[in-house]
Every structure is written in C-alpha cells, then in structure tokens.
C-alpha cells in the first residue's frame, strides 16, 4: 500500500474519495486518515446545512455550570449518536436524556457552551498554540471544569457501580459490543455526582501531587492535588525518545534520571549515534544471557554498573528480548504506594514525566502527546504495537511531533469482565514499557481513583497535568514562547464502534474527546471502522480531528485469550514482554474465573 506523503492542505494532495469529496490519506482508505489541519492540527470549520444540522443531539441549549435548559422538545432516540449522517430534523437539543432511561429530558445536564452557535463547535484552529485550549472560542465547549465533569450528572439517581460481575465467562464477553450491552454499564459506569474539582477538594480523594523538578527530585509542594495542581510548573525530566534523543544531549551535564556513562560500562547515552563496542556488548549480554548478565539483577529490574541505571520502578525483567538499553527509569518511587492509597510522602501522585520531551525538534509542527485507555489486563504486544503503529502514521503526516505516549488503565471500579485489580494492571503496564519503550509512560491516576473516571475526565486529566493552568506547562519554544500539547486518545477500532452504543457514552463527552483531544483509531479485526465512522454523526463531524490507522501487519493479540491461556495452563510466550509473564505468574493472576478476579 503506498501513501501520499502530504497532507491535505499541507502543500500536497490526498486522494479524495468521490462520494464525499473528502480526503484519504491512505490511498485505498476511506476518508479520515491525516485529515487533520496541518497548521493546527484541529478540524477545519465544519459547515453542516443550516441550522438543520443539529439535528445530532449537539448541546445547543443555554446552561449553566454544566446544566442546560433544552430547547425545544427531545428528539426520541436512544441511539443518536449512532445515526445515520444527515439524519433526523435539527433542532438543537440534547439527547442525552434520552440514552439514559429513566431521566427526564428537561432534567438538568452538563451542556455545552451556551454562547456556542454551530459553526463554533469545532472551528479552526489555526494557532497551534491554541491546541485544545479550553477557553478557546473556537473550539467546542470545551471548558473541562465546567463539563467534561458535570457529566457524571447524567443520571444522578444511577446506583453505584456493583463491582462483581455476574458475567460467566471472558469468552462471552470477547465481542466487545456484547460485552458492554452484557454489562450494562451506562456513560461507562459513571461516577457518583462529583466533579473533578470536587473530587480534588473532596478530603477523602485527595492525593499529593508530586512534581519532579528539574534536579530530577520530587518536589512535594506541600499541598493538596488542588493547591499543587495550581502551583504546578511541569518542568521535569526532559523524556529522551528515540531519534530526539541527540539534539537534547547537546548538553553534557549529567543528569540524574539519565545512564550515566560508567568506567565499567561506557556504553552512550546518546541513542542515536552508532553503537560501540561497548554498547553491543551492553546489548547483547542483556539479550543472551539476562540472567547471568552482571547487569540484571533478578527482581530489581535492569541494573546498569551496580544501580546507575536504576530501576526505581523495581521491575522485573528476566532480560527482556527487546530491552531498549536507551529506555530512561523513572525515580523516585513508582505508582505502588499511590495504588495502594498509602498516606502522605508514599501514598504521593506522581504524574511520569521522565520520557515526556520538553522540546520541539521541528517547531513547524504540533506537539502531541497520544494516551491509550483500557483495561489492559494484560498488556500485550498488541498493545505496545498500536502506539508503534500510531508513531508511524503521525510521523508520515508530518503534521504532529510526538512527544510522549501513556497508558491510563482503568480503575478497578469498571465493570468488565477479565479486570485484574487496578494496582496489578498498572504495573504490568510499567513493566511491558520500562525496560522495551523509550517514550511510553503509565499513568497510574485513572487506576487509582476511587471511582470510575470517564475516558473525558482522564484527558482532561492528561491535559492539565501537561499544560497546566497558568501557562508555565507545555512545550518550551526556542523563543521562549510555550506552546500547548495536544493530546488525542489512541483506541481501537472495538473501541470507536461502541460510541454508537446507547448508554455508553454520552454526547457531550463524545465532542470533547473527538472535538477538543481527537482519536487515533487502531483497524481491528471485526470492526468497519470505515463504514462506522461514515455513519456516525458525531464523529462524522469531527472527522478531521480523527486519524484512522491501518494494521499492515494484522496483530489481534486478545488479552481475553490471553486470561484464558493462563487459567488454562496454556503458553503466553511472545504474546507479552517476559516481565509481563513473569508478574502474572508471581502474583497468580487469571488462575480463577473472572469474577473473582475482581478484588481491589
Ligand atoms: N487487536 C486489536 N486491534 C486494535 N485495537 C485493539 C486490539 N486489542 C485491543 N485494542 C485496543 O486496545 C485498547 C485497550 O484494550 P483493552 O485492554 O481495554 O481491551 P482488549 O485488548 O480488547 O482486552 P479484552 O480482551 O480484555 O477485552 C482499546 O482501545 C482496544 O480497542
Ligand atoms: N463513557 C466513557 O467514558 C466510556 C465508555 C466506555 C468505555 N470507556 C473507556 O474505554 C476503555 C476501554 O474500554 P473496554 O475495555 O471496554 O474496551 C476504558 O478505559 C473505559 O474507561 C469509556
């Protein structure tokens, strides 16, 4: 398969499909690869016709602090989200109501900007720095604090989420369309009636926010997430991915999060200069002989010359076949003490920074920042693969930089079958990336909530702990201007089809993650993402804030066959890096039927 190797707009032309007259960037795809705005990475101004074109459900009534007076009746479908383009009379209302039975349609519910006209729903963009600036008048409704939380409102008499499942098997639940309608979760199990801001007030949830300094060392601010989050300055670690990693070496003080160039070991910190000698050797004893090697030490994780490349994360490795010697640790304590809700200076949050890159190579473009949420459980290859897959269509649409990746599982408080305890996927997590990834992090905050956090809330999480709220977060530009990070939700394709699903997501929450973020959508067996995405309304709308990725090499590692593998005493090699394997196996997980694999 061959591909346009410019943008549309960006000096170059991809083919366009002749129904719609959009563009593909993949010759043989459907129209929504790449379509983003090359000089913003933003969707360009959607004209839908006239005011008719409400007629998705989009907010279009005058709210409040996240609550709306509709206007007009409701339009009756539980399904609005998944209707056919152009489909329905607009009349600007929400639907929302509708998808959740039992709640009146004229009940209050987090709405969107209620100055808002249509075409401001998504408008341009066209200062990158803007990027997903949520008081930026030309995106959609996009202020977090106001909505993306309020959403939970929805249904404010919704039951709490009953963790025990009473589903049989994983197998059943392999489909993952039946698998959500099975587990009948609405807006994904959303949380009790608290906003993000609240929940940070809330005594009982508040955890210290830790954030690492230039010196590499945690500097608690003293305070709670709340005062943190506002003193917060997000100058870390400077992450070191890959072929970035050499402009940032220019300079030659040491850092503390860095390898250390050793008498014992010479091997470079400059992972994209030819490897020596050394380094092979480095390299290659890690892969013949893990074990033996003086440089891993069972249990503590890779150990370069007795600790100077560390494994704060205390992993464990067994020599992973494709260790990255380049890989950066992190320090100062990983997510154990948070996952287990400990007090104080142990129980502290820390967001990762240590492989988030600080600077632009090619300024022309859009810092990005991709975040994969799931379950997770396990991480498989396949996993990995998506961000690897994702890497390489940003890089070909030359219109974003990557500057780091995440996974955010979810917490324990999702009802799915198959969920190992929220602390366990973590770290199985940490341990598929430290030691095989140079710019993938875990996020450990969603898995450590004590409630159910809707995939919204946790961009909008990602997006406040990169870009802050007072202007020192972002990119540092060489004239020293910041810019923001744009962040856009990487998933597959399972994933994207369930948005048209009654009761599983809600509108509102669809337009921020597709409107204000975006979506990175991974092909998956079983899944027309082409077709869904022609045929859903919203995420028509938004579909140049939406990149499709095609597997060339088809990679269908399910974490479903995987549990079963387990249980069944089957092999689970090469399906998951060994540490993975090795986690499972030390702490006995998937031995017994799902259900009781739910603890936390
Ligand atoms: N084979 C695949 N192809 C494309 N995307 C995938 C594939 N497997 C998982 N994903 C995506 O990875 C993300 C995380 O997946 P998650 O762990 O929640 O589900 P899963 O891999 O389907 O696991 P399970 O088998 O437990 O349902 C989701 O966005 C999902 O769509
Ligand atoms: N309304 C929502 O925000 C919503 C609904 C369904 C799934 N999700 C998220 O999607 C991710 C993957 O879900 P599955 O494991 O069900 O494929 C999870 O992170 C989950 O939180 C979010």
């Given at each position: 398969m061959s591909r346009n190797s410019k943008m549309p707009g960006g000096g170059g032309f991809a083919p366009v499909l002749p129904a719609t007259g959009l563009h593909s960037y993949h010759n043989d795809s459907p129209p929504f690869s790449g379509a983003t705005n090359p000089a913003s990475g933003e969707p360009e101004p959607l004209h839908l016709n006239g005011p008719d074109s409400h007629a998705h459900g989009y907010g279009h009534g005058h709210g409040h602090g996240g609550n709306v007076n509709q206007a007009g009746p409701s339009r009756s479908s539980s399904s609005s989200s998944s209707t056919g383009a152009g489909n329905g009379a607009g009349n600007g209302r929400t639907t929302q109501g509708l998808l959740n039975p039992g709640m009146d349609s004229n009940s209050t519910q987090n709405q969107f900007n209620p100055s808002q006209n249509q075409n401001d729903l998504h408008g341009p963009d066209s200062d990158p720095q803007s990027h997903g600036d949520p008081s930026s008048s030309s995106n959609l409704?996009?202020?977090?604090?106001?909505?993306?939380?309020?959403?939970?409102?929805?249904?404010?008499?919704?039951?709490?989420?009953?963790r025990v499942l009473t589903s049989p098997t994983d197998v059943s639940y392999s489909s993952s369309r039946s698998r959500r309608l099975v587990s009948g979760y609405m807006f994904g199990n959303p949380p009790e009636e608290k906003s993000l801001k609240n929940r940070r007030d809330s005594e009982s949830t508040v955890?210290?926010?830790?954030?690492?300094?230039?010196d590499g060392l945690n500097k608690d601010k003293g305070g709670t997430d709340k005062e943190s989050m506002e003193n917060r300055t997000i100058h870390g670690q400077e992450g070191v991915p890959e072929d970035q990693y050499e402009e940032?070496?220019?300079?030659?003080?040491?850092?503390?999060?860095?390898?250390?160039?050793?008498?014992?070991?010479?091997?470079?910190?400059?992972?994209?200069?030819?490897?020596?000698?050394?380094?092979?050797?480095?390299?290659?004893?890690?892969?013949?002989?893990?074990?033996?090697?003086?440089?891993?030490?069972p249990g503590r994780g890779l150990s370069f010359d007795n600790g100077r490349y560390e494994d704060a994360l205390n992993g464990v490795t067994d020599g992973e076949a494709d260790a990255d010697v380049r890989a950066m640790q992190a320090t100062g304590g990983g997510s154990e003490g948070f996952m287990q809700g400990l007090e104080g200076e142990e129980g502290r949050y820390n967001f990762p920074t240590h492989r988030l890159r600080r600077r632009m190579k090619d300024e022309d473009k859009v810092p990005l920042v991709i975040v994969a949420c799931g379950s997770f459980s396990p991480p498989t290859y396949l996993h990995l693969r998506m961000f690897e897959m994702a890497k390489d269509e940003i890089v070909e649409s030359q219109t974003f930089e990557i500057m780091a990746g995440y996974y955010s599982p979810v917490s324990s408080y999702y009802k799915k079958s198959g969920l190992a305890p929220a602390h366990h996927r973590v770290r199985m997590c940490e341990l598929a990336v430290e030691h095989t990834s140079t710019w993938l992090m875990v996020d450990p905050w969603e898995a450590g909530q004590p409630e159910y956090q809707r995939t919204a809330v946790v961009l909008d999480?990602?997006?406040?702990?990169?870009?802050?709220?007072?202007?020192?977060?972002?990119?540092?530009?060489?004239?020293?201007?910041?810019?923001?990070?744009?962040?856009?939700?990487?998933?597959?394709?399972?994933?994207?089809?369930?948005?048209?699903?009654?009761?599983?997501?809600?509108?509102?929450?669809?337009?921020?993650?597709?409107?204000?973020?975006?979506?990175?959508?991974?092909?998956?067996?079983?899944?027309?993402?082409?077709?869904?995405?022609?045929?859903?309304?919203?995420?028509?709308?938004?579909?140049?804030?939406?990149?499709?990725?095609?597997?060339?090499?088809?990679?269908?590692?399910?974490?479903?066959?995987?549990?079963?593998?387990?249980?069944?005493g089957m092999s689970i090699k090469y399906l998951l890096p060994n540490s993975v394997i090795q986690y499972i196996s030390k702490n006995l997980l998937y031995r017994e039927p799902d259900t009781k694999a739910i603890q936390s």
């Open positions: 409704n996009l202020n977090p604090s106001s909505h993306v939380n309020s959403a939970s409102n929805l249904n404010p008499s919704r039951p709490k989420i009953d955890r210290r926010l830790s954030v690492v300094g230039d940032e070496q220019a300079d030659d003080t040491p850092h503390p999060l860095r390898p250390r160039p050793s008498s014992a070991h010479s091997f470079t910190t400059n992972p994209t200069s030819q490897p020596d000698e050394e380094n092979l050797s480095v390299a290659s004893s890690l892969r013949n002989s893990p074990r033996d090697s003086p440089l891993v030490s999480h990602f997006d406040e702990m990169l870009n802050g709220k007072d202007g020192e977060g972002g990119v540092e530009m060489r004239d020293g201007t910041r810019r923001k990070y744009k962040v856009m939700l990487l998933a597959g394709g399972d994933l994207i089809e369930s948005f048209g699903e009654p009761g599983v997501w809600s509108e509102p929450d669809l337009h921020i993650i597709l409107g204000r973020f975006g979506c990175l959508i991974v092909e998956r067996a079983g899944s027309d993402v082409w077709a869904f995405l022609l045929s859903h309304d919203i995420l028509y709308h938004h579909r140049r804030n939406v990149i499709v990725i095609k597997q060339l090499i088809y990679n269908d590692i399910s974490s479903t066959k995987v549990r079963l593998f387990v249980r069944r």
